[in-house]
């Protein structure tokens, strides 16, 4: 099969600034194999690079594992040489778009998934000043749902964000701090963000801070919004390891490797009685409409990676006020513009 790999520098409408700090452009790389396509993204928190990607689509490993029946989706999986998340996650996707357009389906169709089924996005506010912060509120005040990044830099400046989007929209709120507390500062804050009746609160602590996650179940107050893990979280693997700490995980392709290995996440959590979440990067509709086919058997959808994205080459799942509607063209049903 043929596989072509070409870098792609996203650029966004405006800075998007987290706990990790801030960018005013991502970079992501388009993996084609045959007519199918997929995207790797590029987070500058994590340690994958453009070349390492562009290295593990071009290797001969790679290009063997193939063979040439795209109807035989478990089997090329399965071959896949060993390589970081986010490439392997391109090379996913595009089998998976490959063997939908040969079968001649969408890819949630395939999987028996009612579209209908898919709940609402929520919509991301990098972290800002105060009086700009409130602005972009107003710009987005009628979306059903924010997701306010947190991690401002003290605690009252991170309840401050949540006060000021509180005042400015009906809207549901959650919040993501990016792994910018301690478990004391946690212990602190959530118990003052509940009362304002947060949807989620997604990645406290620090990635590996196992021993603070179970300090948190058993510290907080009985009642607390539920306690998503994302950087805490990239396969099934860590989901073990939460399990009884968190309350939930946000699986996102470019952590796990793709969309068969977010497929197994979303049933070992639902065995452990977690709640699930899907979240994207800052990325081409590409990948956020991959995850998209995954979004009827989840709680949470954060797939608004795309939005602020200037310069994205292609158009797929639409967004209507948070509303996600799944393309019902074959495979991931994307169309380059
Ligand atoms: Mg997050």
Redesign the pocket.
Known sequence: MKIKAEPLTLSLRTPFRIAHGTSTTRQNVLVRIEDGVGVAAIVPYYATTVDDVIAYARSPQLAESLGDDPAMLEDMLDRLPPGPAPARAAVDVALHDLWGKHLGMALWRLWGLNPGRAPLSSYTLGIAEENEFRQKVREVHDLPILKIKLGAGSLDRDEALVRIARQETAARLCV?A?AAWTVEEALAIIPRLATYDLLFI??PLAQHDLDGWRQLASRLPAEHPPL?A??SVHDAQDILKLAGAADGI?IKLAKCGGLREARRMIALARTLGMKVML?CMVESSVGVTAAGHLAPLVDYA?LDGNLTVDNDPYQGMRWDKGKLELPILPGLGVVRQ
Do not use: F, M, R
């Open positions: 993501d990016n997604e990645q998503i994302d950087e946000n979240g954060d």
